[in-house]
């Protein structure tokens, strides 16, 4: 019987203090506007750069209806000029005025190109600036000159296992007052406005589109179903890349799709930080350089960054605290009592490294290592 | 670096996306064998950012497991003990593959669809890319709609082509301006030009060069992919392909340049190694492959058939990260035809998308156990589709016609993938390789693949056609003998019928012939499966002698003997019919399935009643 062994599924990280550092980076080079040192707020702004307008190429020879290394004969513009919607790009006449044919630029923007070969121009709108902000309150711990900085900032961290919607912040409000309690829409009330709403096991279709209407900044929650999910983002899930959807707030599961009570350590933590200010992120990306989604709490604690251990991963040993995280024991928590090192059969007649579980109601289980998750060690 | 003439030992490694597996063979006895593995997380991300790490890990477990030293431990940096030094100390060759930071994805780009544009598909799926999307003129999307597909994907390549030489050029000038205009930026680096292969017309070169800057992007110019329009010539541009993934891809991977030093020959993308390894397969049997690689974010499909080698990956089909895409794709009902149990639909979506976002878990049920295989029949019926869709006559091509070709015509449209004269099947990836019954995996390749006539059935043991595939470049003989005996799992002969009939009606009578003093005859009726056992040493004479209705690669109630290999399985009599037949109803499927599951002895009986 071995002592130890690495958890195949690295848990979801669960923290009432550790501390965070987020980078920030520009899409394209431009400009960053704060300095090391500097504390910075969710909403500052640290970085701004432009992003190059969207091309239009205007088939000019197709529309005047001439050859392609004819067209320079009726063109108006220059390569470098200005253009507003509507102004004319070039222009053909022929038989004494008899017939007349026109371009008209389809955009505000800047002639960039013109090819000969084709006869075409690109009309290129003006750049777009983008402005990026904290994301989390903080201090700026590196800066990298027009491309990026680091903020951090001590704080409670706790994880889920997938979301939707992107970057937002708002203040910690339990709705719940167990984490085994199902989340009903009239749980949800105008005074959520602006708030992350922390339920338990379970939120349903009428409390999506509840938490919508009222205009919470995010809900988290243990679970889902499928189905009401499915019917409230009003299409299929396919691959799990999301952060994107624009579905007026940020929803984070913390287990997965079903009734599943929110794990109590993550339950506690909100419920130590109620009304405090928060970030909170859908994104979710279960692959290589996996991304999961997440609320960061600031705190103005003092610590020692390097002073804390790392997040989510660690050895299994006996008595450690583990989850289950697949049928039939899903959602379970229990104390590793032992560890065989030989590969057992399951019931699916699999031989697999399992790991044997006290559940919390006594009751021992086998299960292969792959399905759990450490809690703690 | 020079190779051994006779090598005694072998190392190769696969950087996989989220793990570097080892594997390690030795020549014992005159034979070589597969001696051990070793896995360790990949190391391409942060915090380690050097992919050496996670090689070195992985190769420690096999000198652990094995007590063969293989890592010089006197340098700081990853060396391995080259050559074999006698008793247990060092290797002669060290190869490797690797798909760490999502493989090679690629854009392709060309004129008209169904010609340039596909067969510029089909030389970068035989370089191992992932083709992120397909732009055409033809394509049905504005110029504008393009150059956002453009900017909003970050291709690692970019493959151009378009024209013959010495025809039309405007149109393949035209698609080069809209990438010009879109200026996409490659995945890798803020100030990284992107590789562009132009493989068009060749009379167009010089104003490509001129059309896409080389601030930009960085042009190579190669062989015209349709010099002519009844010639499709793809190997110039897969060979560049493959070049400019070492050159860029790789080279801004963290590590490689470190790995790239280690190796005896270059460093191959996973899907292009293991592609080649069944080609090499098939060209030295003389036989027509279909293979499957079934991974948990995609699907590769193989096929060399009568010579023609042909790879495509169905990128977002898979039975872990991509499993949700597959329920997607497929529809629910046609996961829920394969599932016999009393399982409502929403508890089905639950398990598939509760295994997408906890892709590492695996089934602990047979419910749990029964609802993957459904998806992997699924997963890799969409992928073969895809495959055949690519497996076409060149289009474009005007073909001089006989009167028995009029009668042919609409199959001429199809793919030239003749499920009749398929000699092997061959599945690989984790959810076949782990399957607890052999006869799983078996089922699973005959319905997602329905073969007819004579087929024989094969899937790895342990996963390593990739590191065959790399090694079987510079040790053909040596790749091929590791692969035949010690790689591949001989599951069986299938022998199935094309056509459909009632259920219970016959479709043939068969005799099974072991020794002219032995033999077995069968009625097989339509809508059942008969298992017989017979070893994978042992062969069987089998003649089918069908029903008008039925043909088993002969012809419609033609009859036809041949001699055939046993596997772990053993031979599949199959009269279910092609396309396979699957009632709507459900009762009468949940009844007929049940009966395939029993007559296969698929799962414990258990969790059927």
Not at chain 1, 186 to 210: F, N, P, Q, R
Not at chain 2, 92 to 103: C, I, K, L, N
Not at chain 2, 241 to 270: C, D, N
Not at chain 2, 273 to 293: K, S
Request: proline fraction near 5%; include cysteine; aromatic fraction near 8%.
């Amino acid at each position: 019987m071995s002592e130890e062994s690495f958890a195949y599924t690295p848990g979801l990280a669960v923290t009432s203090l550790t501390y965070v550092r987020r980078e920030r980076s520009l899409p394209i080079k431009g400009e960053i506007l704060v300095s090391k040192g500097q504390e910075v707020d969710f909403d500052t702004i640290v970085g701004r750069c432009y992003l190059e307008g969207q091309p239009f190429i205007v088939k000019v020879a197709e529309l005047l209806g001439v050859e392609p290394e004819e067209v320079h004969r009726y063109l108006k513009v220059r390569v470098g000029d200005r253009v507003s919607r509507g102004g004319v790009l070039a222009s053909y006449t022929a038989f004494l005025g008899l017939i007349k044919r026109g371009v008209e630029s389809p955009v505000d923007g800047v002639v960039e190109a013109f090819n000969e070969l084709t006869g075409h121009l690109t009309i290129r709108t003006p750049p777009r600036p983008i402005e990026l902000r904290a994301y989390i309150g903080g201090i700026v711990e590196r800066v990298i000159p027009g491309e990026s900085v680091v903020i951090g900032t001590p704080a409670a961290f706790v994880q889920g296992i997938i979301g939707f919607g992107g970057e937002r912040h708002g203040k910690i409000e339990l709705a719940v007052s167990s984490n085994r309690d199902v989340l009903e829409a009239k749980d949800i009330e105008e005074y959520h406005a602006g708030k992350i709403v922390i339920g338990g096991s379970l939120a349903t279709y009428e409390t999506l589109e509840k938490a919508k209407r009222v205009g919470v900044v995010g809900l988290v929650v243990g679970g889902v179903k499928i189905t009401d999910l499915e019917r409230f983002l009003g299409y299929r899930i396919g691959v799990a890349i999301t952060g994107r959807e624009d579905i007026g707030f940020t929803l984070i599961l913390t287990e997965g799709f079903g009734k599943l009570p929110m794990s109590e350590k993550a339950f506690s933590v909100f419920e130590e930080h109620q009304n405090f200010e928060a970030a909170i992120n859908g994104a979710t990306q279960v692959r290589a350089g996996v991304i999961r989604p997440e609320v960061i709490i600031p705190k103005k604690e003092k610590v020692v960054p390097e002073s804390l251990g790392p997040l989510g991963e660690g050895r299994m040993k006996i008595d450690s605290i583990v989850r289950i995280i697949r049928y039939p024991y899903f959602g379970e928590i229990g104390t590793v009592v032992e560890l065989p090192v030989e590969l057992r059969k399951i019931e699916t007649e699999s031989p697999v490294r399992v790991v044997k579980v006290r559940l919390q109601d006594g009751r021992v289980v086998t299960v292969p290592r792959a399905n759990v998750e450490i809690i703690s060690e | 670096m020079q190779l051994a003439r006779e090598p005694r030992y072998i190392l190769a490694t696969d950087v996989g996306s989220t793990t570097t597996k080892a594997r390690f063979f030795g020549k014992v006895n005159g034979e070589w064998r597969f001696l051990a593995s070793g896995e360790a997380p990949t190391t391409v991300e942060k915090p380690v950012e050097d992919v050496t790490k996670g090689v070195r890990n992985s190769v420690r477990e096999v000198e652990e497991l094995t007590g063969h030293r293989i890592i010089d431990y006197s340098s700081e940096e990853l060396r391995f003990i080259m050559p074999y030094l006698g008793g247990k100390t060092g290797i002669d060759v060290y190869v490797s593959t690797s798909s760490a930071g999502g493989g090679l994805q690629m854009l392709v780009a060309g004129v008209v669809k169904s010609i340039t544009a596909e067969s510029a598909q089909r030389a970068a799926l035989g370089a191992g890319a992932i083709v992120m999307d397909v732009l055409a003129i033809d394509d049905g999307r504005e110029a504008h709609e393009k150059i956002n597909i453009l900017r909003f994907l970050r291709p690692d390549i970019v493959l151009l082509a378009g024209g013959t030489d010495g025809g039309d050029k405007t149109h393949v000038i035209e698609m080069a301006e809209i990438i010009a205009v879109a200026k996409p930026r490659p995945r890798f680096g803020i100030t990284f030009r992107l590789p562009v292969v132009y493989a068009g017309n060749k009379d167009a070169r010089e104003d490509l060069r001129r059309i896409l800057n080389p601030d930009f992007f960085d042009v190579r110019m190669v062989d015209n992919i349709r010099p002519q329009i009844e010639i499709e010539r793809v190997e110039p541009a897969r060979n560049a392909i493959l070049e400019l993934f070492m050159e860029h891809v790789m080279a801004h991977a963290p590590g490689y340049e470190k790995l790239r030093k280690l190796v005896s020959t270059e460093i191959m993308p996973t899907p292009a190694a293991e592609g080649l390894m069944i080609r090499t397969f098939a060209e030295m049997r003389r036989v027509n492959v279909i293979g499957v690689g079934m991974g948990g974010a995609t699907t590769n499909v193989y096929s060399v058939f009568d010579g023609r080698f042909l790879r495509t990956v169905s990128a977002n089909l898979g039975m872990s990260y991509s499993i949700g895409n597959v329920l997607k794709e497929a529809g629910l009902e046609n996961i829920m035809r394969w599932i016999p149990l009393e399982l409502a639909e929403d508890e089905v979506m639950s398990i598939i998308y509760n295994k997408m976002i906890r892709p590492t878990t695996i089934p602990m049920t047979l419910e749990d156990l029964i609802v993957e295989h459904a998806v992997a029949r699924e997963s890799i019926r969409m992928a073969f589709n895809h495959h055949k869709y690519l497996a076409r006559e060149l289009k474009g091509v005007k073909r001089e016609r006989t009167i028995s070709d009029i009668f042919e015509e609409v199959k001429a449209e199809e793919t030239y993938i003749d499920m009749k004269r398929v000699d092997y099947i061959i599945g690989t990836g984790g959810l076949l390789s782990r399957a607890p019954r052999r006869a799983q995996s078996m089922m699973i390749l005959i319905d997602s693949f329905q073969p007819i006539g004579f087929t024989y059935i094969m899937q790895d043991s342990v996963f390593m056609i990739p590191h065959l595939g790399v090694l079987s470049k510079i040790y053909r003989e040596i790749a091929l003998e590791i692969f035949e005996k010690e790689c591949l799992v001989p599951l069986g002969t299938v022998v199935a019928a094309a056509g459909v009939g009632a259920v219970g009606e016959k479709v043939a009578d068969i005799v099974v012939e072991y020794s002219s003093s032995e033999k077995e005859t069968y009625e097989l009726s339509f809508g059942s499966i008969i298992r017989i056992p017979l070893s994978q040493h042992k062969e069987a004479t089998i003649t089918v002698n069908p029903t008008r209705k039925f043909d088993f690669g002969a012809g419609y109630g033609k009859k036809v003997s041949r001699r055939v290999r046993g596997g772990v399985v053993g031979v599949v009599l199959d009269g279910r019919g092609r396309p396979l037949y699957i009632p709507q109803n459900r009762g009468e499927r949940r009844k007929l399935l049940l009966q395939w599951f029993r007559s296969m002895d698929l799962y414990p009986e258990k969790v059927l009643s």
